[in-house]
């Protein structure tokens, strides 16, 4: 595929330029894999990993070892190597692996590389330095460096300039497995109430990214890992946005709540979250019972004035 992810990379970039031509190339394998359809091996219920999650950590593995021999690689897939260095790749070499097993075409390839100067503690975050996610369905380059803002296929990328939550389209994800221990279903439903619509796309890189280029006005979601959100975190910010947990406090890494935003619409969204914890405001989820007795109901009424 040819076009707008060839854009020059800016030239004040150090560390994007290299590691976009690495993800281009992870994702044209991606592509053929999609393309041909892959065997899918099952852990879990539904949690997927596939030849091509492998291939493309494979790759991305062997081709950032080469570009940059003294930084560390910790992947999605397993690869654990060289992280006691002071600069460290978090790499998803497929986010939205459900979505490519069943031939949706929503993902992509992230890499976020973090900065960890010595004396940083095992258990401490270090600082976002680059960031790189690459749709190859639709050929979108996402980047960023520390200080030098963010770009969708070398152009400049901003957050929107919605103010309101009332009008903002916000996205969230929910677990490939224990779902039933998740709350997120009532998150969803109030969100969905008052907001322009929610969206569940299935891959929390791109909709990060998407909250970076002002696709979306938020992104919400429980219980990310680093690879998921190393990238797109560094986009959000270098886009002019915010990210923090659901209280409004520094977001780690590792998280067990992410919330990106335009910064327009985040306090909003941290006191909504506020009233939703405490049980404030809610509105009930009506069972298949109650909606089919609903439904009876309204048939009755229509049917007595005809």
């Known amino acids: 595929m040819s076009g707008a992810a060839e854009t020059a990379i800016p030239q004040d970039f150090v560390y994007v330029p290299k590691a976009a031509e690495i993800a281009r190339e992870a994702g044209a394998r991606l592509r053929e894999f999609f393309a041909q359809g892959v065997e899918t091996e099952y852990k879990g219920d539904v949690d997927l990993v596939t030849v091509a999650d492998r291939t493309s950590e494979k790759l991305i ?55 960890r100067p010595a004396g940083t503690k095992p258990g401490e975050d270090g600082t976002l330095t680059a960031a790189v996610i690459y749709d190859p369905m639709r050929d979108e380059l996402f980047t960023a460096e520390r200080g030098c803002g963010a770009r969708l296929n070398g152009k400049p990328a901003r957050v929107s300039r919605t103010r309101q939550l009332a009008e903002a389209l916000l996205a969230t994800g929910f677990p490939c497995h224990k779902r039933q221990a998740n709350p997120n279903i009532h998150f969803y439903q109030e969100f969905t109430l008052r907001s322009h619509g929610v969206r569940r796309a299935g891959s929390a890189a791109l909709d990060l990214a998407y909250v ?95």
């Open 61 to 115: 593995r062997v081709r950032l070892s080469e570009a940059f021999p003294e930084h560390g690689i910790y992947g999605e897939e397993g690869t654990r190597e060289r992280l006691e260095g002071e600069f460290r790749w978090y790499v998803d070499p497929l986010d939205g692996t459900t979505n490519f097993a069943h031939g949706f075409p929503q993902f992509c390839v992230s890499m976020g590389l973090e900065r």
């Open 212 to 306: 970076a280029c002002g696709r979306l006005d938020s992104f919400w979601e429980f219980n990310l890992n680093p690879w998921d959100t190393a990238a797109g975190i560094l986009l959000v910010e270098e886009a002019g946005g915010r990210v923090t947990d659901f209280a409004g406090a520094h977001v780690r890494l590792r998280s067990d709540e992410v919330l990106a935003s335009n910064g327009s619409i985040h306090k909003e969204l941290i006191g909504f979250f506020g009233d939703m914890f405490a049980g404030r405001g809610l509105s009930p989820i009506p069972t298949p019972e109650e909606f089919a007795r609903a439904r009876k109901n309204r048939e009755q009424g229509l049917e007595s004035r005809d």
